[in-house]
């Protein structure tokens, strides 16, 4: 299936990633670890991940912000 053309496309689908179920998001990061859960979507827990990672990253920005103000 991955790369043939189906009929009215006009570019070829890419293959598909490996892919293993984990049995909720703790134990999905658990495995694979939050950036290869994310970045590399291991697990049916990418996208959530992803808002996790998110987060995170905001949080850090916006704490490095606010102690620009104070200086």
């Given at each position: 299936m991955a790369g043939e053309l189906r009929k009215g496309e006009r570019i070829p689908r890419r293959p598909l990633p490996e892919f293993s179920e984990a049995g909720g998001?703790?134990?999905?990061?658990?495995?694979?670890?939050?950036?290869?859960?994310?970045l590399e979507d291991?697990?049916?827990?990418?996208?959530?991940?992803?808002i996790v990672l998110l987060m995170i990253v905001a949080t850090i920005t916006g704490g490095i912000l606010l102690a620009f103000r104070y200086l």
């Open positions: 998001l703790g134990a999905g990061i658990k495995r694979d670890g939050l950036l290869k859960t994310a291991t697990n049916e827990y990418g996208p959530h991940s992803m």
